[in-house]
């Protein structure tokens, strides 16, 4: 049972475009849905973060749309540089789950094209 | 940087043959994970710890098993290597267990064969 469905699979975007990431979740007792990055070889590192009080949160570039109610989480990255080129993952946890972690994604891979 | 070491980076071996992953913290948290990523499937958690000789299954810990004897360092042992268990893994280490960031380290790539 996957209970975090990301979408797409890969992405090819041009420079300065916006690239949009989705992800949909079952488990209503998600309450902490955060996006990792992912360079080649390296592990995935904490991009951005949101709770669900609010619906969106801005980070520079990086900006996180949130719909409770449709159970939906984005992540839009506006004026795409090369440099984003790598593979994104969302994930969600509850506070008042177990201590087992995040439950990821499947990733994105995500293509910036000079 | 999290302070995480994975050792080794790299490993070939043959299907049967007992293999070994370490990580090794320097923060002193009390939450480790070992996760696995293949493509197509993202990263999967194998097993978990919440303390000293304290650990717990994950989503994927058939053929698996872990120990941590020591805050700093969890070990991942595959008792007998099989070819589906081809993969990089990941170590994670957590402040607080639920709700917050996980830090990765680089990945230890395992190849079976």
């Known amino acids: 049972q996957q209970q975090v469905k990301q979408s797409p699979q890969s992405l090819i975007v041009q420079k300065g475009g916006i690239s949009i990431i989705n992800c949909a979740y079952e488990?209503?007792?998600?309450?902490?849905f955060p996006w990792y990055q992912q360079f080649p070889g390296k592990g995935p590192a904490l991009l951005i973060a949101i709770r669900p009080d609010v619906s969106e949160k801005k980070e520079g570039r990086f900006t996180i749309s949130f719909n409770k109610s449709a159970k939906q989480f984005s992540l839009h990255i506006m004026d795409s540089q090369p440099g984003d080129s790598a593979t994104y993952f969302c994930a969600a946890d509850s506070q008042g789950g177990g201590a087992d972690g995040l439950t990821f994604g499947k990733g994105t891979h995500l293509i910036i094209q000079p | 940087d999290a302070g995480i070491t994975q050792s080794p980076r790299h490993k070939v071996t043959e299907t049967g043959t007992p293999v070994t992953l370490r990580c090794h913290q320097t923060e002193n948290h009390r939450y480790m994970y070992w996760y696995r990523q293949d493509p197509g499937h993202g990263l999967r958690l194998i097993h978990y710890?919440?303390?000293?000789?304290?650990?717990d299954k994950g989503e994927v810990s058939d053929g698996y098993s872990v120990s941590r004897s020591k805050t700093e360092d969890f070990l991942l042992t595959l008792e007998s290597a099989t070819s589906s268990q081809t993969s990089v893994y990941f170590c994670?280490?957590?402040?607080?267990?639920?709700?917050?960031?996980?830090?990765f380290g680089e990945g230890s790539r395992l190849t079976v064969l």
């Open positions: 710890s919440y303390g000293v000789k304290d650990t």
């Open positions: 994670a280490i957590s402040r607080q267990g639920f709700g917050g960031e996980l830090f």
């Open positions: 488990n209503t007792a998600f309450d902490y």
